[in-house]
């Protein structure tokens, strides 16, 4: 029986990873079969191949086993997780010999920076935010001595995120502040950031703004509401109807002839009862001939 070797892997999140079974290089001609025990949540599955029998898998979510010309063995897993970290065990058997590696993988991130300034109680603080997996650490460069730095902590899904706060000493330029996260991981990578600027709303001028838009929204509803006022009494007005006589005495009388006195209309169009006298007449001319 062999005894198991361990050995630890760091690899970058969301990449494809190609995981080495052994050191060992075994002719495929040479090898009997290659078993790989997957830790999938709470228990495992298993992907195997071998020479003389069908290849095996209950995994199901795209991992497979490949293996090289020269006789080297690995385990391909597509875009790793965070769900995909654990102890990944290679157990393989050949004709002169066998097996066993235990592999630690762990996941990591490169740490993404982001950096601005804050205005408080009339002090300005740098706030720097690094996010990567493990949790990074910050550390400041500056052109004086400060330590008036705070640090929290919090874990955003697969990644963790640290926030440090500077609180910088009055009358004193930001241009050559540089916040730097170094990663606790396997390559220590180093980000850095310099480019701090204010936010556009910070606790100074939040309530100032928060009533300008308050004002803003009053005024608003209070010109719409005289507005609608004014509309009604103008509609009043125009739909009013207007039965009074005109003001100049010329105009009164020229009216009063109009509705006292035969109408144009009843000039050119007779009544009906001229109209039925004149028929009349008609009909006893037409008779006496």
């Not at 290679?90 to 066993?100: A, I, P, R």
């Not at 460069?141 to 910088?168: A, C, D, F, H, M």
């Not at 309530?207 to 308050?214: A, D, E, K, S």
Request: hydrophobic fraction near 35%; charged fraction near 20%; glycine fraction near 4%.
């Amino acid at each position: 029986m062999c005894l198991p070797v361990y050995r630890n892997e760091f690899v970058e999140l969301g990449t494809t990873v190609t995981l080495k079974c052994s050191n060992t290089k075994i002719a495929w001609n040479d090898m009997i079969f290659v078993i790989w025990k997957i830790p999938m949540r709470d228990t495992y599955c298993i992907i195997a191949v071998a020479k003389n029998d069908s290849d095996h898998d209950t995994c199901h979510d795209g991992k497979k086993q490949n293996h090289t010309a020269d006789g080297t063995y690995h385990l391909i897993i597509p875009k790793f997780s965070v769900q995909d970290e654990g102890n990944y065990t290679c157990d393989t058997l050949y004709q002169e010999g066998g097996s066993v590696e235990i592999i630690r993988v762990s996941a990591w991130a490169r740490p993404h920076l982001t950096g601005w300034l804050e205005n408080e109680g009339g002090h300005t603080v740098a706030v720097c935010e690094a996010t990567g997996k493990p949790a990074a650490s910050i550390y400041w460069e500056t052109p004086w001595n400060s330590s008036s730095i705070t640090q929290t902590s919090k874990n955003t899904g697969q990644l963790s995120t640290v926030i440090s706060r500077l609180y910088l000493p009055q009358n004193t330029s930001y241009r050559n502040l540089i916040c730097v996260a170094t990663a606790n991981d396997a390559m220590h990578t180093v980000t850095r950031f310099s480019n701090f600027t204010f936010t556009f709303i910070d606790n100074v001028k939040r309530p100032i703004i928060v009533y300008f838009v308050l004002g803003s929204i009053i005024a608003s509803l209070t010109g719409l509401y005289i507005m609608r006022k004014k509309l009604t009494i103008i509609r009043k007005l125009c739909c009013k109807p207007n039965n009074q006589l005109p003001n100049n005495p010329d105009e009164v009388q020229i009216y009063t002839d109009l509705q006292s006195g035969p109408s144009i209309y009843n000039t050119l169009f007779p009544t009906v009862q001229e109209t039925q006298a004149q028929t009349e007449i008609y009909v006893n001319t037409e008779r006496h001939h």
